[in-house]
């Protein structure tokens, strides 16, 4: 039951993340900001580590962990924020990074032998196409941040985010998750507060609102949510659970209509139908039959 809600918990939650950071960044400058809520999951999870006593993991695998976080929570997270800081319309940063399952299902292929049809490439790109008309007024706001760091920043943010799930799923299938998640949360804070160290000045205004919005973050985005797209990586094929991605413009665009105030147009309603109906082909399994251990057959759900 909890491996069918998961994807659809996942998309919320991680939706959650981009109203969390925009109270939070009016108090903290980005980069600044994600180190505090990197360096506070590590300390949570070491506490909580030694109070459980959770099994370690080996020298090797903790390595590649931390090679892992730092590029899925890191550089994808802090490439992004680093470059909307610097004026790069935050539609045009959502729909180059929201290229990641297109790309996650070609490499997929053809580093681990997933199977994609026909019919999941036509889900992906009208994923995308969906996606496309959701941002469509976020990209109608000039041209300012249009620069080569911040287009450079927004496609390493990509590459990263791909290449740590290709990674993980083709590395870690055997990894306890709950180990996992220290070191690849002490990758991620090496790479945002090396970059905050050069890039920001590291002032922070303390204010109820910022600790409210920095504690969501730490407690249900990096812990919550992290948790749960590692099972999905684990569970399921590299780019069915990269394809989820595509539903976090829409929900956000419904947050922020909620909460701000922001308009929803007919396009956008438009597009979040399309979004809809291609993750719900992409998640839906149809039977398959499948060798089970010792030489069963079974029928994928």
Not at 55 to 74: D, E, K, N, T, Y
Request: net charge positive; with cysteine; proline share 4%.
């Amino acid at each position: 039951m909890l491996i069918r809600l998961a994807p659809w918990l996942f998309v919320v939650l991680w939706s959650t993340g981009y109203i969390g950071s925009k109270y939070g960044v009016a108090y903290a400058e980005p980069l600044t900001m994600l180190t505090l809520r990197f360096v506070a999951v590590v300390i949570l999870i070491a506490t909580a580590a030694v109070i459980l006593r959770t099994s370690g993991l080996s020298p090797r695998a903790f390595a590649m962990q931390i090679g892992v976080g730092a590029l899925i929570h890191g550089v994808y997270l802090g490439g992004v924020f680093w470059a909307i800081d610097r004026g790069m319309p935050a539609g045009v940063a959502a729909l180059i990074v929201c290229l990641q399952p297109i790309l996650t299902a070609s490499a997929g292929g053809w580093l681990l032998g997933e199977r994609i049809t026909l019919r999941h490439w036509g889900g992906l790109w009208l994923g995308l196409a969906g996606v496309a008309l959701v941002l469509a007024p976020k990209m109608a706001t000039g041209d300012a941040g249009f620069t080569v760091a911040t287009v450079l920043a927004c496609v390493i943010s990509l590459a990263a985010i791909t290449a740590g799930t290709l990674w993980q799923k083709a590395s870690a299938a055997g990894l306890p998750l709950r180990a996992s998640l220290l070191p690849q949360f002490i990758g991620a804070a090496a790479v945002v507060g090396a970059g905050a160290g050069l890039s920001e000045a590291g002032e922070i205004t303390w204010s109820p609102v910022f600790i409210a919005a920095l504690a969501w973050l730490t407690l249900v985005l990096s812990i919550g949510a992290i948790t749960l797209l590692l099972i999905l990586v684990r569970e399921n094929e590299a780019w069915r659970t990269a394809s989820l991605f595509y539903l976090v413009p829409p929900i956000t665009a419904v947050m922020a209509w909620a909460l701000f105030g922001e308009t929803l147009t007919v396009v956008q309603l438009i597009g979040m139908m399309l979004v809809t109906g291609a993750i719900l082909s992409l998640q839906t399994r149809r039977a398959e039959t499948i060798a089970a251990p010792g030489g069963a057959k079974r029928s994928a759900a």
